[in-house]
């Protein structure tokens, strides 16, 4: 069984930083492709980052290239987004996913554990 949780999410101003974290119980999380998503009222889930369980590889939706960041530590069983710039269009609840899968997932579809969500609300 696989579970994930999220933290670090929070109210922040236009302009500032936050870094969410997801904590991932299993014992090959090594080789799990990891994803960031998030959903904002009204609207359907969306990709935003995503890693590689093969090689580490990442990929970013068009609209947080250059301003997020994920990242993982294996030992730690942890996968991370780092977000600067924030925008309020950044304001969602942010979800982790992970997948057994080694290729590069982007889309909901192909992740099959998800957190529980973290809200991120930033003000302009």
């Known amino acids: 069984q696989v579970q994930l949780a999220e933290s670090g999410g929070g109210l922040v101003q236009a302009g500032g930083s936050l870094r969410l974290s997801c904590v991932v119980s299993?014992?090959?999380?090594?080789?799990?492709?990891m994803g960031w998503f998030r959903q904002a009222p009204g609207k359907e889930r969306e990709f935003v980052a995503a890693?590689?369980?093969?090689?580490?590889?990442?990929y970013y939706q068009d609209s947080v290239k250059g301003r997020f960041t994920i990242s993982r530590d294996n030992a730690k069983n942890t996968v991370y987004l780092q977000m600067n710039s924030l925008k309020s269009e950044d304001t969602a609840v942010y979800y982790c996913?992970?997948?057994?899968?080694?290729?590069?997932?982007?889309?909901?579809?192909?992740?099959?554990?998800w957190g529980q969500g973290t809200q991120v609300t930033v003000s302009s």
């Open positions: 299993g014992r090959t999380f090594s080789i799990y492709g």
């Open positions: 996913a992970a997948t057994p899968s080694v290729s590069l997932i982007t889309t909901a579809e192909g992740f099959g554990y």
């Open positions: 890693s590689s369980g093969r090689d580490g590889g990442t």
